[in-house]
């Protein structure tokens, strides 16, 4: 225990200690443009192919509700209506997670 107060104490006293575990003055990270273009195109189309599925997903289930109460299958219905909530569940996690991603990368221009 005392190795590591020991240790503690120089990182907190010791001037040059900052220096070294600081960041490099001068230097703001940055996407090289070369790159810039091609990720953005692939989160795009990403999030945009995800949330095309999640719709036709969607789609699906509304279809399995019908086809259910129609033919009295209470099951399909029943499929139908859980694949409707996946469908929203997964369309809102794709629309976060695509706008975080989005967020954190343009943090670095």
Do not use: C
């Amino acid at each position: 225990m005392s190795q590591l107060l020991n240790t503690l104490h120089t990182v907190a006293t010791d001037p040059h200690w900052h220096t070294i575990a600081g960041p490099v003055p001068g230097v703001t990270p940055e996407m090289p443009d070369d790159v810039d273009g091609p990720v953005q195109k692939i989160l795009n189309w990403t999030a945009g192919l995800g949330l095309a599925g999640a719709v036709l997903g969607g789609l699906l289930g509304w279809a399995a509700v019908a086809v259910g109460h129609n033919s009295e299958r209470a099951s399909l219905a029943a499929r139908g209506k859980q694949g409707i909530l996946w469908s929203l569940v997964g369309a809102g996690g794709i629309g976060v997670t695509a706008a975080l991603v989005t967020t954190f990368y343009d943090m670095t221009k």
